[in-house]
């Protein structure tokens, strides 16, 4: 054998990646954010090119994939979230987890990178922003005296659970967990040039917001007074109070009261010594949610060694907890060189109020109307706008109502309904001039009656601590103790006069009824327990009612404001109650079951009477009637029976039904024991019931199934009247859960819609089984829509459906094919444009929390009502003559920019080219950019009306040449074209470098 060279030439090496890339510097800005209102962005650095995902992840579920238009890598990439989910409804308040995923050319997948977003939707508002005065004069020869005063009310709404996401501990009262408020006030001219600076001073070397546990300007009640300084000096205007530095406090650290889940604030500051040139200048406040976390600093010595600042000062992390900015409000000021006006200090007064002050009225008045005149005996005239009037009750609740003015000085609180309940109310007012003053006071109370009219409430009477019901029997001494539940909550004002309140009792055929406040019997004890909240107990212990026959009881009930025999008495009397009272004793009787010792006893009144069928009345004795175990001939499938059947004999030998006359308003009642039983999933004992069989069905015995779970038993009273009929069989059952698929495929396309009920439904009364609600399919067509069949209508027991009510929530699926979405797709609209819709019994309605899977072709919705007709629909798009995109909608966040970045947003209605430009107040243009309907930053083609939902512009304040940009003023133009033309929009930004 010979082997030869084949002559290959030019062998080249070759070269296999195997490194992965590397994912580092990963974080979200911020980590805490507000659904709806910013966005989050995500940024890492990839250290070789590749493909990256990014997933937003609840608990146990992705809920939005994040693309990335291409690959990229280096230092500065990043993704941004909207706080959506991929239905494009925004998330709830909850935490987050981010998964940053990226895979190379070659393959190689780069170790997974998790971080956490916090959702928080607390918002901070800056309300009633006042300058004061607005004009002024600056005089040389006042420079200790204040140029004009700055206020403002600021509120947030939050749950506990809320501030426990941005790291407030809610569990303790410490003043160091209070979430807090850090102020930002800065004065601008009107070339947009930061003239001045209000706080915030964490970078002043302040070290000392506490002293022994409170903040430094806590002087008197905090909460009921704001906090008010002078600039530029106002750590010299703030008390001393124990560590003899006042130059090191946070002038502008304000804490935020809370009533309920609102909490608020109110802060001034004066300015003085104001030098700037006649003009108009720009007041812009703002302030930041702090103080989730706090830095310890120990003791300060000076030279010698001597403490000057105490262990406990302590100062806010800047960089924990900070994450809630409220956004700027703006105010004007205008600086003259002419003297002006006075400016007025003194807040306007309460000249009268309606009804007046202290005065006394009936229940039958209309008070409708609450109202207070003002009277401003200064120069500024009265600010209804900002006055304030409530009404309230004795325990502090808002009566409902509007506020209401004559637009000139008196102001109303239109009630909802006229007052009609006893109390003392109180008129609140807050009056207010035009120059604020008075914004800050406490408001003026005036207080009125309304007098007492109506008696206590008698809640309940109850024999040995169970309701006394009309026509109950007891055996001889078995009552051993009367109690009676009176209360004035909700009525009258005047709280129950319990030692004039009166249990009355007679025997009804001899007529003879007890004394006052006494039981008929012997050995009777009174006992009254009672509460300050106007309710309370009587109680009448060691009875002895032994005689047979029928009483009655009522109950006259006293309040305080009245007497007994008075002229206009306040009290209520009770209807009343008839009981029975037997002589010999109840007859028992009872059924022992074998093997498990629980036994069936039925309890008959003395003196009855049994009338099998065909025979004459015979009276009930121990022998006359019994039971034994029987058998289940006819069984509900949807329940499951405990042992044992119970079955009632006559003599012992007849198998018959047996009719019951008892005497009147006298019960008998049946008691039925259960052994140590395992309930399934979904079962507990309160599930359980008697049910009898009346020779065709079972069915549960009407009335009140009384469940003892410590004795394992159930005891019912059987029905009255005429008479009592002991049916075939009596037995324990309970509820067997299944759950139920409700479904319908259509005979063409092969689709199936289908309505998944948990098990242990019910729906309109009835348990859901196989053949409970059924589905149908119909031809509808509606203007404007395109409707994907089938259309489905649902069915109760045969009938069709008009509004169904599901005791469980019931989920509804259904489906679309591949040729709808191409149908689609021909419109210019995509997967996303798709909806279930639902027929009210007069218009079609989207449902708008519908899931879209768009890998399996479905739509789910979960609900508990069902109406009769479903469908999935989208909007057939229609050409229009309006612009492009919405002049309102267009805007810059944030304006004035701060960072070197700004975002522009808008809305289109339609596919459009937008173009961004910004120029210089001169007229030069320093950046330009044009996005397409389907470019990555530009807004995504489609019809209708939508949101930019994220699709947004971003300018990093550079020019054309990719140079940053002066400070100073700027105006941008975006110009949205299409078919049909173009609309431009002009509006100015303010660039701060």
């Known amino acids: 054998m010979n ?68 690959p990229g890598y280096g230092d500065n990439c990043s993704a941004m979230w909207d706080g959506r989910n991929e239905c494009g409804g925004l998330v709830s308040n909850r935490n987050y987890s981010y998964k940053i995923n990226a895979v190379d050319e070659a393959g190689n997948s780069a170790v997974e990178r998790v971080g956490k977003i916090t959702a928080t939707d607390v918002t901070l508002t800056i309300t009633k922003l006042n300058i004061n005065p607005s004009r002024f004069t600056p005089d040389p020869d006042t420079k200790d005296m204040v140029d004009f005063w700055t206020n403002f009310h600021v509120e947030m709404e939050a749950t506990d659970s809320q501030l426990q996401n941005l790291g407030f501990c809610m569990n303790t009262n410490q003043v160091r967990t209070l979430p807090y408020i850090l102020v930002n006030m800065t004065a601008w001219d009107a070339q947009a040039k930061k003239l001045m600076t209000v706080g915030p001073d964490l970078t002043c070397g302040d070290s000392d917001p506490f002293t022994n546990g409170y903040p430094l300007y806590y002087t008197g009640n905090m909460g009921t007074e704001s906090h008010y300084g002078v600039f530029p000096k106002l750590g010299s205007d703030l008390p001393d109070v124990g560590d003899r530095d006042k130059g090191n406090d946070w002038d502008t650290l304000v804490p935020l009261q809370r009533t309920g889940n609102k909490y608020w604030a109110d802060w001034g500051v004066g300015i003085k010594d104001w030098d700037y040139p006649n003009g108009t200048y720009i007041i812009r406040v703002e302030v930041k949610l702090i103080g989730s976390t706090w830095k310890f600093i120990d003791y300060v010595y000076d030279a010698a060694k001597i403490p000057i600042a105490e262990k406990w000062h302590q100062e806010p992390d800047e960089y924990k907890g900070y994450s809630r900015n409220s956004g700027s409000v703006e105010g004007r000021i205008e600086v003259v060189s002419s003297p002006i006006t006075k400016p007025d200090y003194i807040a306007p007064e309460v000249v009268a109020t309606t009804p007046g002050l202290n005065t006394i009225h009936e229940p039958g008045e209309n008070i409708s109307v609450i109202s207070a005149k003002l009277i401003d005996i200064g120069n500024a005239g009265v600010d209804l706008t900002y006055s304030e009037i409530i009404l309230k009750d004795s325990i502090g609740m808002v009566i409902p109502g509007k506020f209401s003015n004559n637009g000139v000085d008196t102001m109303k609180w239109v009630l909802e309904e006229p007052l009609t309940s006893p109390d003392d109310y109180t008129i609140e007012v807050k009056p207010v001039d035009k120059s604020m003053n008075g914004l800050s006071k ?230 039925m024991y259960y052994g140590h039983i395992t309930l399934p999933p979904g079962v507990t004992e309160d599930n359980l019931a008697i049910w009898r069989y009346n020779g065709t069905s079972w069915g549960k015995i009407s009335g009140v199934n009384d469940i003892d779970k410590n004795n394992n038993k159930i005891t ?58 059924t589905a149908g399919t119909l031809t509808e067509t509606r203007d404007g829509y395109v409707i994907i069949e089938p259309v489905i209508q649902f069915f109760l027991k045969g009938n069709p459906v008009t509004k169904s009510d599901f005791t469980n929530q019931v989920t509804l699926i259904m489906y679309y094919t591949d040729e ?64 492009a995109v919405f002049e309102a909608s267009v805007h810059a966040y944030p304006n004035p920019i701060k960072g070197g970045r700004v975002t522009f947003r808008y809305d289109l209605i339609r596919d459009a080219t937008v173009n961004i430009k910004i120029y210089t107040l001169m007229g030069d243009l320093v950046w330009n950019k044009e996005y397409s309907p389907t470019s990555p930053q530009g807004m995504q083609g489609s019809h209708g009306v939508y949101p930019s939902n994220g699709d947004d512009i971003i300018w990093n304040c550079t020019n054309n040449a990719d140079k940053k940009v002066a400070t100073g003023l700027y105006i941008y133009r975006l110009t949205a074209s299409d078919e049909s033309g173009e609309v431009t929009v002009t509006k100015k930004l303010i660039v701060v470098q």
């Open 442 to 671: 406490c408001p003026q109370r005036f207080t009125f009656t309304i007098l007492d009219r109506i008696g206590p409430k008698i809640d309940n009477i109850l024999v040995n601590d169970k309701i006394l019901e009309k026509g109950a029997s007891f055996g001889p001494n078995e009552i051993k103790k009367i109690s009676v539940i009176l209360s004035e909550i909700g009525a009258g004002k005047s709280k129950v006069d319990f030692p004039s309140s009166k249990i009355m009792v007679r025997n009804e055929l001899t007529q003879q009824e007890n004394e006052p406040n006494k039981l008929f019997g012997s050995g009777n004890r009174r006992e009254e327990k009672y509460t300050e909240d106007m309710s309370g107990v009587i109680i009448y212990e060691n009875l002895t009612l032994d005689k047979g026959g029928t009483y009655s009881i009522w109950v006259e009930a006293w309040d305080r404001a009245s007497t007994p025999n008075a002229p206009a008495p306040n009290f209520n009397r009770s209807p009343k109650i008839t009981f029975y009272v037997s002589s010999i004793g109840y007859i028992n009787v009872e059924f022992n079951y074998p093997g498990l010792g629980t036994r069936t006893y039925l309890m008959i009144p003395p003196n009855t009477t049994a009338y099998p069928i065909g025979s004459t009345g015979t009276m009930v004795s121990t022998n006359t009637i019994t039971m034994r175990q029987g058998t289940i001939t006819t069984k509900n499938e949807n329940y499951t029976v405990i042992d044992p059947v119970i079955e009632f004999w006559w003599f012992n030998n007849e198998h018959i039904d047996i009719k019951l006359d008892p005497p009147i308003g006298v019960g008998i009642s049946l008691t």
């Open 820 to 883: 709808d979405v191409a149908n689609l797709t021909q419109r210019g609209l995509k997967a996303s444009d798709l909806a279930i819709y639902e027929y009210n019994g007069t218009t079609w309605a989207k449902i708008s929390n519908g899931i879209l899977d768009e890998n399996n072709k479905q739509i789910t919705w979960t609900t508990k009502i069902i109406r009769g007709k479903y469908a999935i629909m989208y909007v057939i798009p229609v050409i229009t003559d309006k612009p």
């Open 716 to 773: 019912v009273n059987l029905p009255l009247y005429p008479n009592i009929s002991l049916e075939d069989s009596y037995a324990i059952m309970y509820l067997v859960p299944k759950a139920v698929d409700v479904q319908y495929e259509h005979y063409q396309k092969g689709l199936v819609t289908c309505l998944k009920v948990p098990e242990a439904t019910m729906v309109d009364g009835y348990v859901v089984g196989t053949n409970t609600v």
């Open 3 to 70: 082997a030869e060279n084949n002559g290959l030439k030019n062998l080249k090496e070759i070269e296999i990646d195997a490194t992965p890339p590397n994912i580092t510097n990963f974080g979200a800005f911020p980590g805490i954010f507000r659904p709806g209102f910013e966005n989050v962005t995500i940024k890492y650095t990839l250290v070789k090119k590749a493909d990256v995902t990014i997933e937003i992840w609840d608990n146990f579920n992705c809920i939005r994939k994040l693309t990335i238009p291409e």
